[in-house]
């Protein structure tokens, strides 16, 4: 019964911005923290950012490649996540998934793969030089 659906994928030029969607249904994301990850060609899913499950204001934790540039942002009334990225630039080229992990604790992220346990589809970010 859960989906988490991600959109806002595209083809961005070098420089340039977009925002990524996570929308949730079958779970109330107030629960949960939610990450996002990517996966570039053969390469292995790595971990980008996470928020906490504390509304939000919550706690936030970026990988470094993206620490400044990219933002998680979640808006539990609408039941869904974003994922601000800002001077993209070609190694950002990936597919992009959304994760979300069941929480009591309200200040905790994780950066781990194997924490989480809902997954998307995924949404293809290309970005050209």
């Known amino acids: 019964q859960v989906q988490l659906v991600e959109s806002g994928g595209e083809l961005v030029q070098a420089g340039g911005s977009r925002r990524l969607s996570c929308a949730a249904s079958?779970?109330?994301?107030?629960?949960?923290?939610v990450g996002w990850f990517r996966q570039a060609p053969g390469k292995d899913r790595e971990f980008v950012a996470s928020?906490?499950?504390?509304?939000?204001?919550?706690?936030?934790s970026y990988a470094d490649s993206v620490k400044g540039r990219f933002a998680i942002s979640r808006n539990d009334a609408a039941n869904t996540v974003y994922l601000q990225m800002n001077n993209l630039g070609p190694e950002d080229t990936a597919v992009y998934y959304c994760?979300?992990?069941?929480?009591?604790?309200?200040?905790?992220?994780?950066?781990?793969?194997?924490?989480?346990?809902?997954w998307g589809q995924g949404t293809q970010v290309t970005v050209s030089s």
């Open positions: 079958g779970l109330t994301f107030i629960g949960y923290v």
């Open positions: 994760a979300a992990k069941y929480a009591l604790d309200p200040d905790a992220t994780y950066s781990h793969r194997q924490d989480y346990y809902y």
């Open positions: 928020i906490a499950r504390g509304g939000g204001a919550g706690y936030r």
